[in-house]
């Protein structure tokens, strides 16, 4: 949503400003120049990008409209997850939550957290981990540099995508200048021309400029930080998840991992010891499934 708001109000204070200079906006619709920086400026992208990167450039976009996922309501019912999970599993025996991690689709456990099944990777990092508990031999130290390992490889992954649209944003500048040249290679042309003729020409050359900065520091670049910073929310939300694993593994009590898990958030949307102490309370622990 603020997305949409900030780019109306980009928009709509450079063309306020540039009637208030009476400025004709009609001046600024040349169609030539949009079609040169914009065809080049996806071309390029083409260019520079592979397949696989490109798929999850047009996936990812669709966060930028949504915003950021990560809420506390969403950290808060990931707590309560693995609550009860770590509850079952030191009150029943570790093997008790072997059909949850197996199948968490069907798991009494996972149902009660529909963010999280949908969030494929996460649900994985967790239920892989715990399989991985289950065989038994792993020391804690080696389980967190596992995990921390397996956060660097998503981060890894998913970087390329809004590096692609940072390349982008400034290659624009210079396609406004290659679409500027070439509208005063038309003025050029029809120098013997009326003033009123070459002074549109060269106007509508500089429309390439203003175009190509504005698309720049206006849109692609901002939404390729915007990007960055979604993608940095998601790592935190599997840090969350590495804390609490880790913290069952060196043998902690559900209520204690949890509080570890709980330190790891970022503290705008960290439930507060109560919010948690409430929530771990209200839980119903699970019987154990077969």
């Given at each position: 949503m603020f997305v949409i708001i900030g780019a109306v109000v980009v928009i709509a204070s450079v063309l306020i400003?540039?009637?208030m200079h009476e400025g004709s906006l009609l001046a600024l619709l040349q169609w030539n120049e949009f079609i040169i920086i914009g065809?080049?400026?996806i071309g390029s992208l083409l260019v520079a990008t592979p397949l696989k990167t490109l798929k999850q450039l047009v996936g990812s976009l669709s966060k930028l409209v949504k915003g950021d996922a990560y809420t506390k309501k969403e950290y808060l019912s990931l707590l309560k997850t693995m609550y009860e999970l770590f509850n079952v599993a030191t009150r029943d025996g570790l093997i008790s939550i072997e059909a949850h991690v197996e199948n968490p689709e069907k798991s009494a456990i996972f149902s009660?957290?529909?963010?999280?099944?949908k969030n494929h990777h996460a649900l994985q990092y967790l239920c892989d981990t715990m399989k991985l508990l289950l065989g038994g031999g792993v020391a804690p130290h080696d389980l967190e540099a596992m995990l921390e390992a397996d956060i660097e490889t998503h981060h890894a992954e998913q970087a390329p995508t809004y590096g692609a649209l940072q390349k982008m944003s400034e290659a624009?500048?210079?396609l406004g200048i290659?679409?500027?040249v070439l509208g005063i290679v038309v003025t050029m042309q029809a120098i013997n021309g009326p003033p009123e003729e070459i002074g549109m020409k060269v106007a509508a050359a500089l429309v390439g400029t203003f175009t190509g900065v504005l698309m720049c520091y206006g849109f692609v670049g901002p939404m390729a930080s915007h990007l960055e910073l979604i993608q940095?929310?998601?790592a935190r939300y599997f840090e969350c998840i590495k804390s609490g694993v880790v913290a069952?593994?060196?043998g902690n009590a559900a209520i204690t991992v949890v509080e570890f898990a709980r330190r790891s958030i970022y503290s705008d949307v960290r439930p507060t010891f109560k919010e948690l102490e409430e929530a771990a309370r209200s839980v119903k622990t699970t019987p154990a499934q077969n």
């Open positions: 400003g540039y009637v065809g080049a400026a009660k957290n529909p963010f999280l099944l624009l500048p210079g290659v679409a500027a940095a929310s998601e069952y593994a060196k």
